[in-house]
């Protein structure tokens, strides 16, 4: 069963920069497309950002050219975050694009103050 665990959460400044890490129990590049998705307070959790085995991005309209996806080690994809703002302040997971999903990791938090 794979396991997905997000770290590098934490809380920053608006304008400030954040770098998540999401380790996988088995290779990223095995898993096909992966993707991070963020849950902020009150609402529904949504995907941010997407990557494939061939390392094609794709990001949803609210954080293009702020935040950059990408894949390190074998089991290791990032989450690159500049520009942030407090509407980023989130639950971060990382996870497939669409279901169905892996089992849920416990997220990262990001807390944006303004």
């Known amino acids: 069963q794979v396991q997905l665990v997000e770290s590098g959460g934490g809380l920053v400044q608006a304008g400030g920069s954040l770098r998540l890490s999401c380790a996988a129990s088995?290779?990223?590049?095995?898993?096909?497309?992966m993707a991070w998705h963020r849950q902020r307070p009150g609402k529904q959790r949504e995907m941010v950002a997407q990557?494939?085995?061939?390392?094609?991005t794709n990001y949803a309209d609210f954080v293009k050219g702020r935040f950059t996806i990408s894949r390190g080690a074998e089991n290791m994809m990032y989450l690159q975050m500049e520009s942030l703002n407090p509407e980023d302040t989130a639950v971060y997971y990382c996870n497939t694009p669409l279901s169905p999903y892996y089992p849920w990791g416990q997220g990262t938090r990001v807390t944006v103050s303004s």
């Open positions: 990557i494939t085995r061939g390392g094609t």
């Open positions: 088995s290779s990223i590049l095995s898993l096909g497309i």
